[in-house]
């Protein structure tokens, strides 16, 4: 589906798809769901934004490294959906963010210093995930490099945990 070429058809996406049109409008519903910015006029459908990309990165740092991170997401223009952790045996918890500028990133590392709440990632010894959009997948891959260059970025899954006492 593209702007610049106009309304595209139910009936031609699902002819070049390979599938039926009732599988085009289902998916339509799933990417509206997801937030893509996706308008039906009556000669068919059109994006009306630019869809953004999201990856979930594997990161780990201390508490103090919590500005410096977020900074770096957000300076390479991404936004930090949430944050999540994996949890025995709690299972994975998250928590919504949705920061995309350095005074979202300060108001909400100037609340978590306030002592009254604790960042995830003190119950993981530093390993947690953020699910980061952002406009293209350069971006994203820029994010990371950054991430890697200070030492944050992870793969792989976390390794076991000991409290330090």
């Known amino acids: 589906m593209g702007q610049a070429g106009g309304p595209v058809s139910g009936e031609r996406l699902a002819k070049l798809l390979g599938v039926s049109r009732q599988v085009i409008v289902q998916d339509i ?7 893509h910015e996706i308008i039906s006029t009556n000669r068919g459908y059109v994006c009306s934004g630019p869809a953004e990309m999201s990856r979930v990165f594997h990161v780990n740092h201390g508490p103090g490294e919590i500005l410096e991170e977020l900074n770096i997401i957000v300076d390479f223009g991404g936004t930090v959906v949430d944050v999540f952790v994996k949890h025995e045996p709690y299972g994975e918890l998250r928590a919504r963010l949705d920061v995309h500028t350095r005074r979202e990133v300060r108001e909400f590392v100037d609340s978590i210093n306030s002592g ?32 890697d260059k200070h030492g944050f970025l992870r793969g792989g899954e ?4 000991q409290e330090k006492g």
Do not use: K
Request: net charge negative.
């Open 29 to 35: 519903a799933l990417l509206r769901a997801a937030e």
């Open 116 to 147: 009254n709440s604790s960042p995830l990632l003190t119950i993981t010894c530093g390993d947690h995930y953020h699910t980061v959009r952002a406009a293209s997948e350069g971006l994203l891959d820029e994010i990371g490099e950054e991430l």
């Open 158 to 161: 976390p390794e076991d945990c």
